[in-house]
């Protein structure tokens, strides 16, 4: 098993552009998840999906999207990216919720908007 | 409101020594607490977990914790450190009930070792 796999690793982007950060999980879990993590902020929840076809917001939704179309992928889309977007995006799933289940993480995607 | 709270920003600690990282929490019912940490360039791994039960809990890589409910506390633990073990450490709280089932974390603790 491969666990949850991210791509890109690294990207810039200029202020305004859009892109899409990628994220699979190979484990059947019903629960996937995005964060950013900013230093001394520690990890905060963006969105969040309980199963295809549904997701929710988390602490951080403004200047994101995401769709569950499928158990295994997650995307997450930035549109019109603004400084306040630089961070590193980690991906993570869990069988059931996060709560009081382990939560598997991807290695994360580092982003720079400049 | 629910919380974590890890006073410590940046930990050093000599190779060998033991080591304790604080972790408070704010939650109203029973909490389930975990500890995870994440390697540089890494994402995060699970350490230990607490649900109930036994209180003093034990992880991976020789790590413990305890739970200690009159202190709101969950504290991690080793008894040597190996330069292997830093890392940055997070606790967290497991927020659940009716449509919310998600961690939240705490700001994180960066432990440095010397040899």
């Known amino acids: 098993n491969a666990g949850v796999t991210q791509t890109p690793k690294f990207r810039i982007l200029k202020i305004g552009q859009s892109m899409t950060l990628q994220c699979t999980q190979d484990?059947?879990?019903?629960?996937m998840y995005w964060y950013r993590q900013d230093p001394g902020m520690g990890l905060k929840l963006i969105y969040y999906s309980v199963g295809a076809g549904i997701t929710d917001k988390g602490e951080v939704p403004n200047g994101y999207n995401v769709s569950r179309s499928t158990t295994e992928d997650f995307p997450l889309r930035l549109e019109l990216a603004a400084p306040s977007q630089t961070s590193v995006y980690f991906c993570?799933?869990?069988?059931?919720?996060?709560?009081?289940?382990?939560?598997?993480f991807g290695p994360g995607t580092r982003l720079t908007v400049l | 409101a629910q919380s974590v709270t890890q006073p410590d920003i940046h930990i050093t600690v000599s190779e060998g020594a033991s080591l304790e990282l604080r972790c408070n929490y704010s939650y109203g019912a029973t909490p389930y607490l975990f500890w995870y940490v994440q390697s540089p360039g890494q994402g995060l791994q699970l350490l230990l977990k607490y649900f109930s039960g036994d209180t003093l809990v034990q992880g991976i890589k020789g790590f413990e914790a305890e739970f200690k409910r009159s202190q709101s506390s969950f504290n991690l633990r080793k008894p040597s450190v190996h330069w292997s073990d830093a890392a940055e450490y997070f606790c967290?709280?497991?927020?659940?009930?009716?449509?919310?089932?998600?961690?939240?974390f705490g700001t994180g603790t960066l432990l440095a070792v010397q040899p």
């Open positions: 967290a709280v497991g927020a659940r009930g009716g449509a919310t089932n998600k961690l939240i």
């Open positions: 484990m059947n879990h019903n629960y």
């Open positions: 993570a799933s869990s069988y059931e919720g996060a709560g009081d289940n382990e939560q598997f």
